[in-house]
């Protein structure tokens, strides 16, 4: 499974992609209003840094101006994937761009039924929120299972990225599932790393050495 870094963040991407850990970067724009970050400053930049694909958030919301925000990000590096609501603007935007030759990564997949409209209309990755759905009573772990179903079903080629993910286990679960990627924020790819039995057992060993 694809990891990839949910972040507006400079220091977060250079970090992470110097240790190897991600294979790309998604944003959105509740992350640049965090980091009170202008996209067009940092774009390039993260698209340099990231080694894979980055996926930029589009500011419009009518189809014909998503499409012409898209064909403008699209032309600030060969990285960058086009980040756009499924809704029916968005959705038609995803086709058009698609039919361009330009990479969409549809977003806010509430729905299987979403997911299934986001892959007829062309989109590269689809992002379940798994997180945001299950704050509304919502398994967002069972619209990633019903969606590798359909796409199975159907020979879809678009990528399922699972996000809004809030734990450990989600990451786990999108794995086991066969998600294609995940996405997630610093402190996320900092928590699987980390397990306490390890850490104790190291410190035990690290103690023997100094004994030898
Ligand atoms: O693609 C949408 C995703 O980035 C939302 O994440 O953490 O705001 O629920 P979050």
Known sequence: MKMFLDSANVDDVRALAAAGAIDGVTMNPA???????????VLAMICE???????????????EAIVR??????????????????????LRAIAKLHAEGIRTHATLCCSANHGLLAARAGADFVSPIVG???????????????????????????????????TPTHVQEAALLGADAVTMPRRLFEAIA??????RVQSEFLAAWKRL
């Open 132 to 166: 945001r759905l299950e704050e509304t009573g919502v398994s967002g772990l069972e619209v990633v299972a019903q969606m590798i179903e359909i796409y199975d079903n159907y020979e879809f080629d678009t990528q399922i990225m699972v996000a809004s993910v809030r």
């Open 69 to 90: 925000e898209g064909r403008a990000l699209a032309k600030v590096h060969e990285r960058v994937v086009v980040k756009i609501p499924i809704h029916a603007d968005g």
């Open 194 to 199: 980390h397990h306490p039995l390890a850490e």
């Open 49 to 63: 840094l990231a080694g894979g694909p980055v996926s930029a958030p589009v500011r419009a919301n009518e189809w």
């Open 31 to 41: 992350l640049l209003a965090r980091d009170k970050v202008i996209l067009e400053d």
